[in-house]
């Protein structure tokens, strides 16, 4: 008989419905009927857009969508035992997988491998090219490593978009005795979950950039610093770098190189501001998360005290599929001044959320439309946040913007970490804002006054507001707090509150004015008298 | 303090993990992260001892105690209903879930129930915000596109024993 090979989607959102139950079910289901020599089950990443979990039988390639254990028992006994495809819970390829009718197409780089292979097998990635990079790499001089990661023209995605190579450059030419890689996976920003999917979907991509960022810079220890909510991310990483040590990709003299790196996991503790760069490395060396002063930056003067580079998920990602087509195929994808993808997050009232990667430069209404499938249940869109809690809100007008590293210079649209927040008019705006600055004021870490108080005037101008209590002086006193922080506070946190404050009262002054008329056009106000504030300390 | 028995091995737990990794650097974090593993929450005592343990000063540790929203300085319920408040999830009815769960529960926001069984916490995004609103139970039970109406099943479920119970 030919072999059968049944892939499970295991992403996260397959996860919340209960797909690694499912799993583990189906493979029991198989030991009991002596199906093991001929099935294999492997837990894949996402296999596309459904409603169940998918499954996905080969060589048939027949999809199936599984709500029960029930259903799970039906398809091993029809299907893989006796054969007989089961009409009704199969679903359309096509339904599946929409990206043909997709007006932007899909590149793949970083989420290449993810629900491709399965992540807990370095054999699969190692078929995929994996590992390949590094040993390229290790057959370039170190500066030259660095050259083509400049030339490429990769910026950093974790928010900033400063370029990579630059970064690296400065802690290669560092001098000291030890320097460190740290990756930051500490994902936190509300409506983000691309670096939870790479680390879970590919975990040997972000460790293979890892080590070819060791090598550039001279540096023979890396730590990734990673959110401690992340059970599956945490588990795959923890196995595959132990793996990559087995193979001799980590560890001493890496595939005869005469090179050695460590890698080692370390967990947050649930603070958004351990994000930030020097609050991260605070961290690390077991302090409370704080951000330092800086100039001096990382890449001079880091974690312990030595030249750190500090990369997010998504952007070390990239580094290996650079080394191994080169700068110039790198560039030739995105727009110019921000080459490559970017994965994107979309999340809110759209009928299809989840995460896509596409060339830097889509249009915001590409991705809410051509990727999301329009507004759900007919209501109209009203407005959508980009860039994260930290980004602009836009109104219907901006939708046109191309999305890259210059389209808050240019449009004042932010790209930020790649969140596309769609928001419609079920919702007031005034609520959204109060929503957006009680997760500041909650995330503030308390290190300077204008953060700490800034984020807490801003909570009661916009509660009062809500309540119908506020006043015109009110809204003018907002947008000066709003200012006021930004100008002066310690770290981005802070510096940053104006960009969704700001393009709220701007875009959407006409409803803030409303509200002091006492008035809310989507019904919300009246009813958020007792709201439950997001204190969780 | 009388350490019983039971204490006594959670300490020897905590002890073993301690004696392979304090020559690390920076690794209070990583050894009061095992610490709540093991206890549940971070009593003083624990703190007192893991201080000692590590020659740290207790204000150290208390210190980055309070600073980290996971470590927690007062017992939680056996099982935590964690609702995610983020925009994400705000903008889906997070609130209304959160709502429905201390009124079915008759409890505050962190409080726990006098039977020790639940506690319920807002937290910040929980990273599956296309599944949103997202309620997590402990620490690997997600729940999608929460309504308030399956509040009372989800509860259910857990003073049977668990999800799939
Ligand atoms: C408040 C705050 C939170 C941040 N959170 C994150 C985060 O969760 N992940 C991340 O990669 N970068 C985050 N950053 C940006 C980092 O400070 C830093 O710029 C980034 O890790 C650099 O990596 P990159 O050059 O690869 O983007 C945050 C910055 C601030 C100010
Ligand atoms: S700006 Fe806010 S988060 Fe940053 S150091 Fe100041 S108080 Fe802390
Ligand atoms: S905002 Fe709720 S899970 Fe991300």
């Known amino acids: 008989?030919?072999?059968?090979?049944?892939?499970?989607?295991?992403?996260?959102?397959?996860?919340?419905?209960?797909?690694?139950?499912?799993?583990?079910?189906?493979?029991?289901?198989?030991?009991?009927?002596?199906?093991?020599?001929?099935?294999?089950?492997?837990?894949?990443?996402?296999?596309?857009?459904?409603?169940?979990?998918?499954?996905?039988?080969?060589?048939?390639?027949?999809?199936?969508?599984?709500?029960?254990?029930?259903?799970?028992?039906?398809?091993?006994?029809?299907?893989?035992?006796?054969?007989?495809?089961?009409?009704?819970?199969?679903?359309?390829?096509?339904?599946?997988?929409?990206?043909?009718?997709?007006?932007?197409?899909?590149?793949?780089?970083?989420?290449?491998?993810?629900?491709?292979?399965?992540?807990?097998?370095?054999?699969?990635?190692?078929?995929?090219?994996?590992?390949?990079?590094?040993?390229?790499?290790?057959?370039?001089?170190?500066?030259?490593?660095?050259?083509?990661?400049?030339?490429?023209?990769?910026?950093?995605?974790?928010?900033?978009?400063?370029?990579?190579?630059?970064?690296?450059?400065?802690?290669?030419?560092?001098?000291?005795?030890?320097?460190?890689?740290?990756?930051?996976?500490?994902?936190?920003?509300?409506?983000?979950?691309?670096?939870?999917?790479?680390?879970?979907?590919?975990?040997?991509?972000?460790?293979?950039?890892?080590?070819?960022?060791?090598?550039?810079?001279?540096?023979?220890?890396?730590?990734?610093?990673?959110?401690?909510?992340?059970?599956?991310?945490?588990?795959?990483?923890?196995?595959?770098?132990?793996?990559?040590?087995?193979?001799?990709?980590?560890?001493?003299?890496?595939?005869?190189?005469?090179?050695?790196?460590?890698?080692?996991?370390?967990?947050?503790?649930?603070?958004?501001?351990?994000?930030?760069?020097?609050?991260?490395?605070?961290?690390?060396?077991?302090?409370?998360?704080?951000?330092?002063?800086?100039?001096?930056?990382?890449?001079?003067?880091?974690?312990?005290?030595?030249?750190?580079?500090?990369?997010?998920?998504?952007?070390?990602?990239?580094?290996?599929?650079?080394?191994?087509?080169?700068?110039?195929?790198?560039?030739?994808?995105?727009?110019?001044?921000?080459?490559?993808?970017?994965?994107?997050?979309?999340?809110?009232?759209?009928?299809?959320?989840?995460?896509?990667?596409?060339?830097?430069?889509v249009t915001v209404r590409q991705v809410l439309y051509g990727f999301g499938g329009g507004v759900r249940g007919g209501r109209e869109l009203k407005m959508v946040q980009t860039g994260g809690l930290a980004g602009t809100f836009i109104g219907l007008d901006k939708l046109d913007t191309p999305l890259d590293y210059d389209s808050m210079k240019n449009h004042g649209v932010s790209l930020g970490s790649g969140v596309i927040l769609a928001i419609d008019d079920s919702h007031c705006v005034v609520d959204i804002a109060l929503n957006v600055m009680e997760f500041f004021r909650h995330e503030s870490c308390g290190k300077c006054t204008p953060c700490r108080e800034g984020t807490r005037i801003a909570c009661e101008i916009l509660e009062r507001m809500t309540k119908f209590e506020g006043t015109a002086e009110d809204l003018d006193y907002l947008r000066k707090i709003a200012e006021v922080t930004a100008d002066t506070s310690f770290c981005g946190l802070g510096q940053s509150i104006n960009v969704p404050l700001l393009s709220l009262i701007d875009n959407f002054r006409e409803e803030f004015l409303e509200h002091i008329e006492k008035t809310c056009r989507a019904n919300v106000c009246k009813a958020v008298l007792k709201k439950p504030k997001v204190q969780t300390k | 303090m009388a350490v019983c028995e039971t204490h006594k091995e959670l300490y020897k737990e905590l002890d073993e993990f301690i004696e392979k990794v304090k020559d690390k650097p920076g690794i209070l974090i990583a050894v009061l992260h095992k610490a709540q593993e093991i206890f549940g929450w971070l009593p003083q005592e624990v703190q007192e001892y893991i201080a000692e343990k590590l020659g740290l000063p207790v204000s150290e540790v208390h210190g980055v105690v309070t600073f980290y929203n996971f470590f927690a300085t007062k017992p939680k319920g056996k099982n935590q209903i964690k609702i995610c408040l983020g925009t994400a999830c705000y903008v889906k009815g997070a609130d209304r879930v959160m709502e429905r769960f201390l009124e079915e529960l008759g409890v505050q926001a962190e409080e726990v129930t006098p039977d020790g069984l639940f506690s319920v916490h807002p937290v910040r995004c929980l990273g599956a915000c296309s599944m949103a609103p997202v309620v997590l139970v402990g620490e690997k039970d997600f729940y999608g596109k929460v309504t308030p109406d399956m509040v009372s099943k989800i509860i259910a479920a857990y003073r049977r024993g668990g999800r799939n119970e």
């Open chain 1, 1 to 361: 008989m030919t072999p059968i090979t049944v892939l499970i989607s295991v992403d996260s959102n397959s996860i919340l419905l209960g797909a690694r139950e499912f799993a583990n079910y189906m493979k029991d289901l198989i030991k009991e009927f002596n199906l093991d020599p001929i099935v294999t089950v492997l837990e894949t990443v996402s296999l596309g857009s459904y409603n169940g979990v998918v499954i996905h039988v080969l060589p048939d390639d027949v999809y199936y969508s599984v709500k029960s254990k029930e259903q799970v028992r039906k398809i091993v006994e029809e299907h893989l035992l006796k054969g007989r495809q089961v009409w009704d819970l199969m679903v359309n390829k096509e339904l599946i997988r929409p990206a043909e009718k997709f007006e932007v197409k899909e590149v793949r780089i970083v989420t290449r491998n993810i629900g491709v292979i399965d992540p807990r097998n370095i054999e699969e990635y190692i078929a995929r090219d994996g590992y390949f990079a590094l040993s390229k790499a290790l057959q370039m001089k170190p500066d030259e490593v660095i050259e083509e990661i400049k030339k490429s023209g990769l910026r950093g995605r974790g928010g900033a978009g400063f370029p990579t190579g630059l970064k690296w450059e400065f802690t290669a030419k560092a001098k000291a005795d030890q320097k460190y890689i740290v990756c930051n996976a500490d994902e936190g920003e509300p409506g983000t979950f691309k670096d939870r999917l790479i680390m879970e979907g590919d975990p040997h991509t972000v460790i293979e950039g890892m080590i070819i960022a060791g090598y550039a810079v001279g540096a023979t220890k890396g730590y990734i610093y990673i959110r401690g909510e992340y059970y599956n991310s945490v588990e795959n990483l923890r196995k595959a770098i132990q793996d990559a040590y087995e193979y001799g990709f980590l560890g001493e003299n890496i595939l005869g190189s005469g090179f050695s790196f460590d890698l080692t996991v370390r967990l947050g503790a649930g603070a958004y501001i351990c994000g930030e760069e020097t609050a991260l490395l605070e961290s690390i060396e077991g302090k409370s998360g704080r951000p330092r002063l800086k100039p001096p930056y990382p890449p001079q003067v880091g974690l312990f005290g030595k030249p750190t580079v500090i990369n997010n998920v998504e952007t070390i990602a990239n580094v290996p599929q650079i080394i191994l087509n080169g700068a110039d195929w790198y560039k030739s994808i995105g727009t110019p001044n921000s080459p490559g993808t970017k994965v994107f997050c979309l999340v809110g009232d759209v009928n299809r959320r989840g995460m896509v990667e596409l060339p830097m430069g």
